[in-house]
């Protein structure tokens, strides 16, 4: 039986092969997984592979989501249990096996106890992407649902990377906000704990205490618990930041294959504080900016040389700078196209196209390496999520909460709920002040009402 509640083919003999034999059955079940929205991305991938590999959960470890690396599904008892740290601690000890392009099979310590699993990575992917089998006993899977298991889930891995780079500016910005929020929650965890287990250290350390074995095996485990705890803030640093020149390295990759088949020159100047790390977010839209920009000059300007450099503002934000010798027409909204102007601006970051006619053009793209600062609300009404505001022009109405829920589709309880919610965030403390505001912000009407999600 597999996560999911479907009696399964043991990938121990050929019994897969009935759903997976045929190259137009694996090809239905990958196009089945792909298709999945992002956040059912994991389950439908495990219930697509209770066929090939049997398993009873499923954990998903990767850096390309910055405010969510791990994502796991199967039971509570499994899931809830697994962290991180332990999926990075199978990573490195399963990378001999996957970095040749194979999955892993063995034991290893998830959710508090040994466990047999299939481990599986994209191999040469910088943020180390794993995913996670959990199976009910030991017995080995056959190389051949190995091998499909491996292709499957490189197509996966690959596809879920770049929807996740090229996601939509709210997504990003969404994004950014929650790693922000995630990284100071963490550092003040590993702040505590390491004061903790530093205090600790002091007396059992210290001459007076005579039981010198206990007093040795009590100092090597307090040691281990902070360096898993230094191990974790890195691990954490790593998933949401990018080292500048490495960010900047996997870009010049990326363009070299534009220019390969063009005699233009390509000049690059990396960041001088090559140490220094970038949100995630920020060195995806910054790539993302100057391809799209490198794309329009080839086109439009027909350079000779392009200059491409990035650097660290005084104002702390990341500046890449895009500079040609072409015919210097490229229009100022030239980075409208692709959506790309509007993800520089979901970052609070802004660009600047300068062309001069005969001599070339320069787009340079700012993009803060903090979150922007949020604008101050300037209706009353700007905090309401939408349902909350269909909820209030019915209210705007005197509707009853029996005839909003009938005019909703909802229960009457979740309109009690969500009036409720309306008077807190509105300051208000009855039905009637809230229509009132309401009233004088226009409604009832349907001009502020969106459709709820």
């Known amino acids: 039986?597999?996560?999911?509640?479907?009696?399964?083919?043991?990938?121990?003999?050929?019994?897969?092969?009935q759903h997976w034999g045929r190259p137009e059955d694996a090809l239905a079940r990958a196009v089945e997984v792909l298709r999945a929205p992002r956040p059912e991305l994991v389950p439908r991938l495990s219930e697509v592979l209770g066929t090939l590999v049997p398993h009873?959960?499923?954990?998903?470890?990767?850096?390309?989501?910055?405010?969510?690396?791990?994502?796991?599904?199967?039971?509570?008892?499994?899931?809830?249990?697994?962290?991180g740290l332990e999926l990075s601690r199978l990573a490195d000890r399963a990378a001999a096996t996957t970095s040749t392009g194979r999955p892993w099979q063995g034991e290893a310590e998830l959710a508090g106890r040994t466990r047999p699993v299939v481990a599986v990575a994209a191999p040469g992917d910088d943020k180390g992407v794993?995913?996670?089998?959990?199976?009910?006993?030991?017995?080995?899977?056959?190389?051949?649902?190995?091998?499909?298991?491996?292709?499957?889930?490189?197509?996966?891995?690959?596809?879920?990377?770049?929807?996740?780079?090229?996601?939509?500016?709210?997504?990003?910005?969404?994004?950014?906000?929650?790693?922000?929020?995630?990284?100071?929650?963490?550092?003040?965890?590993?702040?505590?704990h390491s004061a903790a287990l530093t205090a600790v250290l002091a007396?059992?350390?210290?001459?007076?205490?005579?039981?010198?074995?206990?007093?040795?095996?009590?100092t090597e485990?307090?040691?281990t618990a902070?360096?898993?705890?230094?191990?974790?803030?890195?691990?954490?640093?790593?998933?949401?930041?990018?080292p500048a020149d490495a960010a900047f390295a996997r870009l010049a990759r990326e363009l070299r294959p534009l220019l390969r088949h063009t005699r233009v020159r390509l000049d690059l100047a990396p960041p001088s504080d090559a140490t220094r790390s970038v949100p995630a977010d920020t060195a995806h839209t910054a790539r993302d900016a100057v391809r799209v920009a490198v794309m329009l000059m080839l086109e439009q300007e027909?350079?000779?040389?392009?200059?491409?450099?990035?650097?660290?503002?005084?104002?702390?934000?990341?500046?890449?700078?895009?500079?040609?010798?072409?015919?210097?027409?490229?229009?100022?909204?030239?980075?409208?196209?692709?959506?790309?102007?509007?993800?520089?601006?979901?970052?609070?970051g802004h660009y600047g196209v300068e062309s001069v006619p005969g001599w070339?053009?320069?787009?340079?793209?700012?993009?803060?390496?903090?979150?922007?600062?949020?604008?101050?609300?300037?209706?009353?009404?700007?905090?309401?999520?939408?349902?909350?505001?269909?909820v209030l022009d019915q209210l705007a109405q005197g509707r009853r909460n029996r005839d909003i829920a009938e005019a909703l589709h909802i229960s009457e309880s979740t309109v009690k709920f969500h009036v409720a919610n309306i008077l807190a965030k509105l300051g208000v403390s009855s039905r009637g002040e809230a229509a009132a505001l309401a009233h004088r912000a226009g409604m009832p009407g349907t001009a502020r009402l969106h459709v709820a999600s």
């Open 221 to 223: 485990l307090a040691v």
């Open 1 to 17: 039986m597999d996560v999911n509640g479907i009696e399964s083919t043991d990938g121990t003999d050929d019994a897969w092969q």
């Open 360 to 390: 070339g053009t320069t787009v340079t793209v700012d993009l803060p390496l903090g979150l922007p600062a949020a604008a101050a609300a300037t209706d009353p009404l700007d905090g309401l999520q939408p349902r909350e505001l269909e």
């Open 56 to 83: 009873t959960a499923i954990a998903h470890l990767s850096g390309v989501c910055t405010y969510a690396p791990a994502h796991t599904h199967g039971p509570r008892e499994v899931t809830e249990g697994v962290t």
């Open 302 to 348: 027909k350079p000779t040389k392009l200059h491409l450099g990035w650097q660290f503002t005084a104002d702390g934000a990341l500046r890449a700078v895009v500079r040609d010798d072409g015919l210097g027409l490229l229009a100022a909204d030239a980075l409208a196209v692709h959506r790309t102007a509007d993800r520089i601006a979901a970052l609070g």
């Open 203 to 218: 007396p059992l350390r210290s001459a007076d205490l005579d039981d010198t074995a206990a007093r040795r095996a009590a």
């Open 226 to 242: 902070l360096l898993d705890l230094r191990r974790a803030a890195d691990l954490d640093r790593a998933l949401s930041e990018e």
């Open 130 to 192: 794993l995913l996670v089998l959990v199976r009910a006993d030991a017995r080995p899977v056959a190389p051949g649902a190995l091998a499909v298991l491996q292709q499957l889930c490189e197509l996966v891995i690959a596809h879920s990377a770049h929807r996740a780079t090229d996601a939509a500016p709210t997504n990003a910005m969404i994004s950014r906000t929650a790693a922000d929020t995630r990284a100071r929650a963490i550092a003040e965890f590993t702040g505590t």
